[in-house]
């Protein structure tokens, strides 16, 4: 057995840990803005782990930490503490050709497909541009030929190889910036609201083309939304981010059919349903007040000031993410099934 083989996770293992994931901005004021005055929350407490093979859905309102959460874990923003487990090694004290390893097993697929793709460049140059950072992949003479096979799995025509994004739909650009995070092979696959850009119709092509490759590749997904029912549709465990910090987590069926957690009830009842005979079995929960600053949250539980379970104890004392009930994690004291999606 080769020391890569030897070394690799097996089905259903943990391929990433992350524990207790801290990112804070400072706010600077002054002409030099020198003076720090405070810090943005934006990440602040984090700690969940991917499995092999497996979609992890994070969801949350806009401004929760979900796409800080996926830049500090691309590396593209340091963290402020916390570690992240690779395989079992800190990628955040990975250095040179370490790194340069991990970058080709992690890759990211952006929000907008208009303006994650460069317009002076051909859909080719675009999808081939890893191949140029990291060589070792595929040999010059070799690139073109990878490229077109890469179109060709996410569904586009390999003849279009010297098109320019603009001359693609939404839709299209979306499959060649998956096709470009293919292109290094990766192991796990950072999706940063990649349908919330795309009509209704397209989304479904774009949610059935990344379980495929999921399926074909063994792709491990972080899968970033704060469309429900889209997280739903592709997740085999799903986080409940607010405010910086993940509120409940489990699987599937446990947070859509048995959340315990007043604000995963309250997101779950603002789902829109298709079927007008179900439309009012269901009790919409309405949320009085705005999303507090993370420069300045509250103290104890952050929900408490927009939750109508809060008490005295939400104020004194911050919730842990335990098991209470339901079988699985929640950060809340007064956690309580409760049934909301018909």
């Known amino acids: 057995m080769s020391e890569r083989a030897a070394t690799e996770p097996a089905p259903g293992e943990a391929i990433l840990e992350v524990r207790d994931l801290v990112k804070h901005f400072p706010v600077r004021v002054g002409v030099l803005f020198k003076h720090v005055i405070g810090q943005v929350r934006a990440v602040d407490g984090v700690s969940f782990e991917l499995r092999r093979g497996e979609t992890l859905g994070v969801v949350g309102e806009s401004g929760c930490g979900k796409s800080t959460l996926a830049q500090v874990l691309m590396r593209l923003e340091p963290p402020t503490s916390g570690t992240a487990l690779y395989k ?31 317009p002076r460049m051909t859909v080719g140059d675009i999808v081939g541009e890893p191949f140029d950072i990291h060589p070792e992949v595929a040999p010059k003479g070799e690139r073109r030929a990878k490229v077109r096979e890469l179109l060709d799995v996410v569904g586009l025509n390999p003849e279009h190889i010297n098109r320019y994004p603009h001359q693609f739909s939404g839709g299209q650009r979306q499959r060649i910036g998956i096709a470009r995070a293919l292109a290094l092979r990766p192991e796990i696959i950072i999706c940063d609201e990649p349908v919330s850009a795309l009509d209704v119709s397209i989304q479904a092509q774009v949610m059935n083309l990344l379980g495929d490759l999921q399926s074909e590749f063994g792709l491990s997904y972080v899968f970033i939304a704060h469309d429900l029912s889209v997280v739903r549709h592709l997740s085999d465990r799903v986080a409940v981010m607010y405010l910086g910090k993940i509120v409940e987590i489990g699987t599937e069926d446990e947070i859509y059919s048995h959340p315990t957690h007043p604000y995963t009830q309250a997101l779950l009842s603002a789902v829109p349903v298709a079927d007008p005979t179900v439309r009012g079995q269901r009790q919409v929960i309405r949320l009085e007040g705005d999303v507090p600053s993370p420069v300045d949250p509250p103290s104890g539980c952050r929900f408490r000031t927009r939750c109508w379970k809060a008490q005295d104890v939400c104020a004194e004392e911050v919730p842990e993410l335990v098991t209470r009930v339901a079988g699985h994690p929640s950060a809340c004291h007064f956690a309580e099934e409760r049934s909301v999606v018909p």
């Open 88 to 118: 079992g090694r800190d990628m955040f004290a990975m250095r040179g050709a370490e790194l340069r390893k991990l970058r080709r097993s992690i890759q990211i697929v952006l929000q907008d497909p208009y303006t994650s793709l460069n």
